[in-house]
Structure formats: C-alpha cells, structure tokens
C-alpha cells in the first residue's frame, strides 16, 4: 500500500530555514511526479510545488518562490523541501501528495502524507 | 491564475439529506476538477477526478458533475462519517494549481 511519511518539521524563527523529508513506499516512486500542499491553521489548503518524476521539472506558488525548492532522490525514495527565509505566514502543515499521473503530471493528489507541522515563530 | 470559489461556506443538514456543494471557476477549465474530502483531525482524500469520476473506494452517495466553468459535488444521503470540509481543485494546465476555500458539512 502507498505510504508517505513526512519529517523535519518544527519551530524555526523568522528568516531561518528548514528541510522538509519525505518517504515514500508501495509504488513506484521514480515513475511519479510529487507535491507539496500545505495547510495554514484553521484554514485551507494551498498548493506549493510540485517535481516532475525524473527531477527535470519543478514548479513553485508564487508565494514561496525563490524561497523554497523541491528536490527528490529516487534512489532513496524520498522527496525533499527546502525552505529558506521562512516567515510567520509559512506556518501551516505541509503534507507531501503523489501525483496521480504516472510519467506525466496529471496535476491531482491521489495519495497524502500525514503531514509535519512547521511554525515559525520568534 | 484561475480563481476557484465555492459555496456555501458552511452548511449544517440533518441525516439522510441530499446536500449540493458548488464550485466554480473564473475561467473555463473543461472538466479538470478533482474533489476532495477532509474529515476533521485527518488528511484530505481524493473523492472526485475529472468532475465526475469516482475514486476507487468513494460510496457511491458522492456523485459529481459540471463542465467549464460551475461544478457540483452532491452527497444524495448525507451520513454521520460525511461530516467534513470539502475542497475543488482544478488541473486543467500546469501549475500552479488552485483549490476552492473548502465548505465545512455539519450534521444538524
């Protein structure tokens, strides 16, 4: 069965950075492309970026552009976050998705992570 | 970007009631909305892809349907276990990709 586990979340100050970590089992993660999604308390959802399957291709929200990058490493299975210049509006949980398209991004989430909380606060 | 909006916000209706949720977009996007559940405390799940299919798995009390622009998701006998938030999310191009403000379903 698809599993995703997400880690690295915690309390960072304002301006410090964070990686995100995320394992993947039970499918063929090579073959997929893979999202962030995060979830601001109490609110809703918001797409963050997503990485095609083979690394070639990443897209960003405009508002964590050139502050963030999606990485992967399909040798270990796992999908990274990399988050710099983080600010008080970045607290949110951030779950990490499988794209449901396989070789090419369909662009839905067909499989979630349970997610890892990030605050930032001073 | 495409806006997606929908409505209501919140609606509370009493066991074994059909409820309609309404989403739509600011621009046409064909039929590339997916829906998703997220009960409280838990991660969101796909209900919906392509406006109308079910995801493996969903009751079939969860129906969609919509083209263009305005979308609905119906639940035709709403049960205790659907008391959750509602997101759309459109997919028609590359990202960035937008979902709707989600619409909260209470029991009343």
């Known amino acids: 069965q698809v599993q995703l586990v997400e880690s690295g979340g915690g309390v960072v100050q304002p301006g410090g950075s964070l990686r995100l970590s995320c394992a993947a089992s039970?499918?063929?993660?090579?073959?997929?492309?893979m999202h962030w999604v995060r979830q601001a308390p109490g609110k809703g959802l918001e797409w963050v970026a997503f990485?095609?399957?083979?690394?070639?291709?990443?897209y960003y929200a405009d508002s964590v552009k050139g502050r963030f990058t999606i990485s992967r490493d399909n040798s270990k299975n796992t999908l990274y976050l990399q988050m710099n210049s983080l600010r008080a509006e970045d607290t949110a949980v951030y779950y990490c998705?499988?794209?449901?398209?396989?070789?090419?991004?369909?662009?839905?989430?067909?499989?979630w992570g349970q997610g890892t909380l990030v605050t930032v606060s001073s | 970007d495409i806006q997606m909006t929908q409505s209501p916000s919140s609606l509370s209706a009493s066991v074994g009631d059909r409820v309609t949720i309404t989403c739509r977009a600011s621009?046409?996007?064909?039929?590339?909305l997916a829906w998703y559940q997220q009960k409280p405390g838990k991660v969101p799940k796909l209900l919906i892809y392509?406006?109308?299919t079910l995801q493996s798995g969903v009751p079939s009390r969860f129906s969609g349907s919509g083209s263009g622009t305005d979308f609905t998701l119906t639940i035709s006998s709403l049960q205790p276990e659907d008391v959750a938030t509602y997101y759309c999310?459109?997919?028609?191009?590359?990202?960035?990709?937008?979902f709707g403000g989600g619409t909260k379903v209470e029991i009343k």
């Open positions: 998705a499988k794209d449901e398209g396989q070789w090419r991004g369909v662009y839905y989430f067909d499989y």
């Open positions: 039970g499918f063929t993660f090579s073959s997929y492309g």
């Open positions: 990485i095609r399957y083979d690394g070639s291709n990443k």
């Open positions: 621009q046409g996007i064909s039929n590339y």
């Open positions: 392509a406006a109308s």
């Open positions: 999310q459109k997919y028609n191009s590359a990202p960035p990709l937008t």
